[in-house]
């Protein structure tokens, strides 16, 4: 059978795997959750009859906003529907209050917008009209001080969302690395926290509790759950999340209550996303689904932890990333390249600052598996960074059988970066 998986905006086609099993790893397809079409009338809906809250007009006539802050994930997300979706989400917000609306985008500690890219992602009439602000952790002018979480998080949130009257919240709900799932309040945080507030609460990476899929005794999500309780006793909140199928087709509008949304839309996700699987593989194939899920190799990362979850220890993952934008994170970059993986792994929490965590989750998955890189990184950099160095996916396979004495089983997941493996022995 011919397999292909995305690479950047390409494909590559897998050649014969030297392994005595393969299976793909893809969830299966559910026919009650088909593609919106219409994704005005369907947010209309939502927004009329939302979760746990009364409609959206409604409160908004109620509060009467001089100000109205729209959070909307940055271009590492995937949001081909974003367009259709904030118009159609402007058009329904009565025009006397279009004049009190800003777009605030939700970088966390990624890197500012260029106004095409914000064209691109959120259409040029929108961008043309209304005020778009890439949010700045570092802007200490920017950021407004809401509060302490139970765990210590001091916690500094963009001043334009704390001084909003209303603040609506959007963003697709999703499996997340280490947060258990996206959606919900990680807008906030990390999306429009303070450099300091976000590698706080990514310093818990440490936690056994913190992976894929899981919320229960999750530091991070509970973190992340007390920043928008802090943000609640401050302003009025409103929260649209979207839920897109394997093929980036939006399939599900929630809104209302943010809570009530999160718990509705992580059920879905588990539903759609999760893989059971009762064997560990030799070797692992991974895509993380392409562009922009590999941009670069700190996006990448997450389809590296989904590829650990079901490989056996010393076995092989090979990773199928373009890294268009190289590593992307500096600090990330240079914790792997500056320190061996066991000076990474030996970090004390308090020296994990935000970057450093993904470095952290790297190196563990570095210590106990061949990682092997197929990517558009040259091969000194590849090898600073500790991977193995692999210019095609040929190469990579010549190599898992140097590194493999036996390949009984392999797996293939063309979508790391939406995959929830479940492993039951």
Known sequence: ???????????????KIPSERIKILQPKVYKDLKEIKDIKTSLKNSLNKPLGNKSLVSIIEKINPKLISIVVPDITRVTPYYKDVLLALIEYIP???HKNIKFIIATGTHRAHTQQENINLYGIDLVSKFEFISHNCDDKDKLVF???TSLGNNVYLNKYVVKSDLVILTGNIDTHAFAGFSGGAKILLPGVASRESITYNHSFVVDEFSVMGNLHKNKIYKDIMETYYLLKKKTNIFCINFIKNSKKNLIK????DLEKVFKKGTEIITKISSVKINTLSDLTIISCGGYPRDINLYQAQKSLSCASMVTRPNGVIILLAECKEKIGQKIFGDTLINNTIEEILSLPQEKIEVEV?????TAKILKNFKCILVSSLDKELVEKLKFIYSKDINT??????MYLKKISLSYIIPEGSTLLPIFKK
């Open 146 to 148: 809401i509060g302490r």
């Open 1 to 15: 059978m011919k397999i292909s998986l995305k690479y950047g905006n390409t494909q590559i086609t897998l050649p």
């Open 357 to 361: 965590h993904r470095a952290y989750l």
């Open 253 to 256: 509008i929630l809104s209302g």
């Open 396 to 401: 990579a396979l010549k190599l898992s059988k």
């Open 95 to 97: 025009n006397k209050y």
